[in-house]
């Protein structure tokens, strides 16, 4: 069992930057792959970024590629998502997940994940 907080969230103006956090429970966090996903009002939840276990490799929604980067603190139980060139079309609820089979190929779908934390909410004013 893995239990997921996010945390950072908040009103930026745009073109500013902000840098979310998830903090995971347990000794097993390296044994996952993590994605950030985001929904706004009216809309289904959407891939944004995902990180392979060790770190070594990052996926990118085409949306925010340039602008968002996203690293895991392994011994810190954490994953980052820094949002860098905020746009108000951001603005959304931030979901961290995590994914215990961490197959490269699927993890830009939310199916994969087994855990989900409660979400944080980001706000981008124009």
Not at 35 to 64: C, H, L
Not at 101 to 106: E, H, L, N, T
Not at 115 to 122: F, L
Request: glycine letters at 12%.
């Amino acid at each position: 069992q893995v239990q997921l907080v996010e945390s950072g969230g908040g009103l930026v103006q745009a073109g500013g930057s902000l840098r979310l956090s998830c903090a995971a429970s347990g000794r097993t966090f390296s044994r996952y792959a993590m994605g950030w996903f985001r929904q706004a009002p009216g809309k289904e939840r959407e891939f944004v970024i995902a990180i392979s276990r060790s770190g070594d490799s990052a996926y990118y929604a085409d949306s925010v590629k340039g602008r968002f980067t996203i690293s895991r603190d392994n011994a810190k139980n954490t994953v980052y998502l820094q949002m860098n060139s905020l746009k108000p079309e951001d603005t959304a609820v931030y979901y961290c997940a995590a994914d215990l089979f961490g197959s490269p190929g699927r993890l830009e779908d939310l199916n994969e994940y087994e855990y989900w934390g409660q979400g944080t909410q980001v706000t981008v004013s124009s």
